[in-house]
């Protein structure tokens, strides 16, 4: 495992905690999680609270390490993201200093690497890579920005629910947003060869650019298998004019692409300028990618071996990832499958309301037929209802087909000429009587 370079020493009369103590009067210690040069990590239970947390102690006996161990506790109590883990208490006890955070289970990238060698899938690195920058983009725009300066598979953690983890903010630092990111006076000088960029190799102060050049790093391991050459001896090599030794990541392994291969190497590139400006346009450059799918596999085999590991894993890590989901097609719409029962239904509905339809029209002239004999009848039980009717009757003229030798009375006898004269030159035929009203028919008698 490769180990951060750091310009201090450690106290040598410290000594690691064994399993069972407890520190604070609360905090019993299950195991060591791991240890380096500078301090370890446990795993402990907060006997007050109940919950298992992660206890990080240094080794430092420099003030100024003491000042940055406990600018990395306020730094950590600020932060609240999905990737970066939540700090709760911060103690020093028998010269130790000690951190208590958030405890992430799982293994650290650098084991998952050890013990699976080789290339990851594509879209998995992808959706690690989304979730990282979306920390990124979080520390990076604060208005205290933080730089993380210490990005490597070692400082990532992977939970069971395929989340991912920034840990070790140890070689972080702040400062405010309008200052200037490249003096780093007030920061530890540390890094890690294979990972870290020239500007932080060579004490040249520290920015954005770096936690980029340092994410790129890590892209291209995990999309490789091989770990990038480190940027002081590309620099040398340059300068030598010689051909850079970093090799495209598309020619180390088919399968990552040329687009995505072109992303890492401006990821990587030596002069901080050449890079990605933020972690925001990494992201969109990578959003890209993630959305053209399997545009980069290159054969059967590694779809089928990608296509296994989606099935067969118990979450999918991917779900959450806006990258990796395919663009939506506006203009579809989704087919509706009707079942037998369902069309059955709607079959018998139809039936049943064309046969109450049927029945009102077959049963209007019976209706008609009725309200006849029912005015029939009223008029029987009723005689000057018949009286009415008689009188109605007579009221109305009767067209004849012979001509008066008197006059009409009341004015009549006009009517009756223009009768004669439009039916001169008719035969004669039967005259139909009218047909009587039944509006005075229906008006009930008075009481």
């Keep these: 495992m490769e180990q951060s370079v750091l310009a201090t020493r450690p106290n040598p009369h410290v000594q690691t905690i064994v399993s069972g103590a407890k520190l604070q009067g609360r905090y019993l210690i299950i195991k060591k999680l791991g240890a380096g040069g500078m301090g370890a990590v446990y795993e402990a239970v907060d006997e007050r609270l109940q919950v298992t947390v992660a206890i990080k102690e240094t080794f430092a006996v420099e003030a100024r390490m003491r000042r940055q161990f406990e600018q990395e506790a306020r730094l950590l109590a600020q932060l609240t993201h999905p990737a970066l883990p939540r700090v709760s208490d911060y103690f020093t006890e028998n010269d130790g200093l000690f951190l208590v955070m958030q405890f992430i289970a799982g293994d650290d990238l650098a084991h998952v690497i050890a013990e699976r060698p080789g290339p990851f899938p594509r879209a998995q690195v992808i959706a690690w890579a989304d979730q990282l920058l979306d920390a990124l983009i979080y520390l990076h725009t604060r208005e205290r920005q933080i730089i993380h300066r210490d990005i490597k598979p070692h400082n990532l953690k992977l939970a069971a629910n395929g989340q991912i983890a920034l840990l070790d903010f140890g070689l972080a630092k702040a400062h405010a947003s309008d200052q200037t990111t490249t003096a780093s006076s007030h920061s530890i000088f540390g890094y890690t060869r294979r990972y870290s960029p020239l500007e932080q190799i060579q004490d040249q102060g520290t920015s954005p650019q770096s936690d980029i050049y340092a994410l790129g790093a890590t892209l291209y391991h995990l999309l490789t298998g091989i770990k990038p050459p480190d940027a002081l001896a590309r620099a040398a090599a340059l300068a030598n004019s010689k051909a850079d030794p970093l090799v495209r990541a598309c020619e180390v392994h088919p399968v990552v692409g040329p687009e995505l291969s072109a992303i890492l190497g401006k990821a990587l590139a030596l002069n901080a300028n050449g890079r990605f400006q933020t972690a925001q346009e990494f992201r969109e450059a990578l959003k890209v990618v993630g959305r053209n799918g ?28 806006s990258i990796l989901k395919p663009e939506e097609v506006m203009w579809s719409t989704p087919k509706r499958s009707w079942s037998i029962p369902t069309m059955i239904c709607g079959i018998g509905i139809i039936a049943v309301l064309a046969f109450i339809g049927s029945s009102l029209v077959s049963s209007a002239p019976d209706a008609e037929r009725a309200v006849t004999d029912a005015v029939k009848a009223t008029a029987a039980r009723n005689p000057s209802v018949n009286s009415t009717a008689r009188e109605s009757k007579s009221d109305r003229p009767r067209p004849s087909s012979t001509v008066s030798a008197s006059p009409a009375v009341n004015g009549e006898a006009p009517h009756g000429n223009e009768k004669q004269k439009r039916n001169n030159g008719r035969p004669p035929g039967p005259v139909n009587p009218p047909t009587p009203s039944l509006g005075p028919a229906l008006r009930l008698p008075a009481q």
Excluded: H, I, K, Q
């Design 294 to 321: 399997l545009r980069g596999v290159d054969s059967f085999a590694e779809f089928n071996d990608m296509t296994a590991r989606s099935t067969t894993s118990s979450c999918d890590p991917f779900d959450g990832y």
